[in-house]
């Protein structure tokens, strides 16, 4: 039966009749033996007695401003009438019936777990009880890493290629598991990781790290075993960015990436972990804002073109899931046409879900005027809402729609997954340099520490800065440890600062994040060295930083700056745990790319 769950703000919830009622039936079909199956006789039953403006609605899936579905705040309300021309999660469902909401951090739809469960179901209930009402697909980017919405208290575990320096298809999914038994519990049923891209560049501005690295068959061999542990925990997992956004030195957040693979390397490295994802049963695939030559040579992005989704994604690769656009609002996907061409030309591509148009007035309206005047048939948009259907059945949404704060309690952020995750992260940490075996640090020869380095905003709901969390943590392990943040572009004087101050230690520790040859991270580096104190460096996001800075006595890879991974980079740095993690991506020299400093495998210990 259907478990109510906490009445958001209140409100009564849906009874089991009321929702059954409301789904034409279609709960009483879709268990058999505790499994979900969906039947499609009664989902195309359902789909017949919806409205067109129902059905364009249930293709798309909608950001939305605010802590609540009905009452958000007034700065919310603002926003929301600002960028959609409603004041609610509710209000939204209720005029453009979307068949999924995304939630975002700075959307303020992520302040705590009982807050979101309590959003979660307001959402769903505004949804379920309008008339022909479905449950909602609520879903997030939880890639963990650098790319988070849901922060502490929840679980937050290493990213994409700290997992790859890890190699451990186990603890792959493990992740996946635990962080989906976590979203689920929170009302989130569908996340948008892991990434399936292969990261072959080391100038990629948008995946880098979100990647698991740069050999095809590991990245198949984690990204399979991620898409079992979320979906064991009745969450649909998404693998992105459909054809492959690995080996490019555009950002199609901001402009239009082309790759230039030929169709020979598309097949041998990018496809590989998607066709992985999709024998692991993969519930939804995004598509990426990307100009691949060799497989369509329209100059059309891949999230509009036809002979990438339906010729390849669904024909060859044979795949007859959810297939979701990354973000409307991206320029990689607006530069050739109007926001009001690019919906209709994704679904004509093969697309199910349309995610975050810069207006919903203006993509829904498209849609609804397309099968109108014939461009699009109803027939078309009814193959989309199947899938959508079916992975809402095949989620238990139907049944299930609404969570508890009873499950939030006994699930997020739990002593058990907060181990595992601190566990994972100890065999992810990688020592790439170790001159003299100066690691791991003695206290009785090394014991004052200065900590000091780049401190980027810290990612959701860590707490930060990098600097003053691997001092914390080295402080907790019997070290005098001093954070002196110097950020990404130190000045002449705040070099000087930290010169000063790692005069007065042992030795000093300093955080990088992505230096350039002609960066000042690489002059506090070197006037550091110039101390004669060992300096042990950290890379706290792309692991390429160690080929600017060949003086260095010890470097670390620790793949983000969230506390996880910073906490197990300190354990390593203090003798507590060995190092074991692998460099995933290879690392090439500074002065000569065309020669690896260290290959895919490098990686010591002690």
Not at 76 to 105: H, M, P, Q
Not at 241 to 265: K, L, M, Q, Y
Request: overall charge neutral; glycine content about 10%; charged content about 20%.
């Amino acid at each position: 039966m259907i478990r109510s769950g906490t009445p958001p703000e209140g409100a009564h919830v849906p009874s089991r009749r009321t929702v059954l009622a409301a789904t034409m039936g279609v709960t009483a079909s879709l268990t058999v033996g505790g499994t979900a199956h969906a039947d499609d006789t009664r989902l195309r039953s359902l789909i017949s007695r919806m409205t067109l403006p129902e059905k364009v609605g249930q293709l798309f899936v909608m950001r939305v401003y605010g802590h609540s579905a009905t009452a958000p705040d007034q700065a919310d309300i603002d926003a929301n009438l600002s960028e959609i021309g409603v004041r609610t999660a509710a209000e939204l469902i209720a005029k453009y019936r979307v068949g999924g909401i995304i939630y975002f951090t700075w959307a303020h739809n992520t302040r705590d777990p009982h807050q979101i469960a309590d959003l979660s179901n307001g959402i769903q209930k505004a949804s379920l009880s309008r008339p022909r009402g479905l449950p909602v697909l609520v879903a997030t980017d939880q890639e963990h890493g650098i790319v988070c919405r849901i922060g502490a208290p929840a679980t937050l575990f290493p990213g994409a290629m700290a997992i790859g320096a890890g190699g451990s298809r186990t603890d792959a999914r493990t992740l996946g598991r635990i962080s989906g038994a976590e979203l689920r519990a929170m009302g989130v049923n569908q996340d948008y990781s892991p990434d399936a891209d292969v990261n072959v560049n080391p100038a990629n501005p948008v995946i880098g790290v979100r990647s698991f690295g740069a050999d095809p068959d590991a990245v198949a061999g984690l990204v399979a075993a991620e898409v079992k542990g979320y979906q064991s925990s009745r969450v649909a997992a998404t693998a992105k960015h459909f054809p492959g956004h690995g080996d490019t030195a555009v950002d199609s957040h901001f402009g239009f990436p082309v790759i230039t693979h030929s169709r020979e390397v598309w097949e041998a490295l990018d496809a590989v972990p998607f066709r992985a994802a999709v024998r692991a049963g993969i519930d939804s695939i995004m598509t990426a804002h990307i100009m691949v030559p060799a497989l369509d040579d329209s100059g059309d992005p891949a999230t509009l073109s036809h002979p990438i989704l339906t010729g390849i994604l669904r024909g060859e690769l044979g795949y007859d899931g959810v297939v979701i656009t990354d973000s409307l609002q991206m320029e990689g996907v607006r530069q050739k046409y109007g926001d009001d061409r690019v919906p209709v030309l994704a679904l004509k591509a093969g697309v199910d879900q349309l995610l975050n148009p810069p207006s919903l007035d203006v993509a829904w309206n498209a849609v609804l005027k397309a099968v109108r005047g014939g461009e699009l048939t109803e027939a078309r948009l009814d193959e989309s809402i199947l899938r959508v259907l079916r992975l809402k059945a095949r989620l238990g949404l139907f049944e299930d729609a609404y969570v508890s704060r009873t499950d939030v309690d006994g699930t997020v952020g739990t002593g058990a997954h907060l181990a595992a995750a601190d566990r994972i992260a100890e065999r992810t940490t990688t020592l790439l340099v170790n001159s003299a075996g100066l690691l791991p640090l003695s206290r009785r020869t090394h014991g004052r520490v200065l900590v000091v380095g780049a401190d980027p905003a810290s990612p959701s709901g860590t707490t930060g800065p990098p600097t003053g969390v691997l001092a914390t943590a080295l402080g907790e392990l019997g070290f005098t440890a001093t954070a002196l943040s110097t950020g990404t572009a130190p000045s002449a004087a705040t070099v000087a600062k930290a010169v000063a101050a790692a005069r007065e230690a042992d030795v000093v520790v300093v955080a990088t994040y992505n230096v350039t040859a002609a960066d000042a991270q690489k002059t506090l580096v070197e006037h550091l060295v110039a101390t004669g104190r060992p300096v042990v460096a950290v890379a706290v996001r792309n692991p390429y930083d160690v080929a600017q800075l060949p003086s260095v006595t010890a470097y670390l890879a620790s793949y983000s700056w969230t506390d996880v991974e910073l906490r197990a980079a300190a354990r390593v740095i203090a003798g507590r745990v060995r190092p074991r993690g692998k460099l995933p991506v290879a690392v090439q020299r500074a002065d000569d790319p065309a020669q690896v400093l260290y290959p895919v495998g490098h990686g010591l210990s002690y």
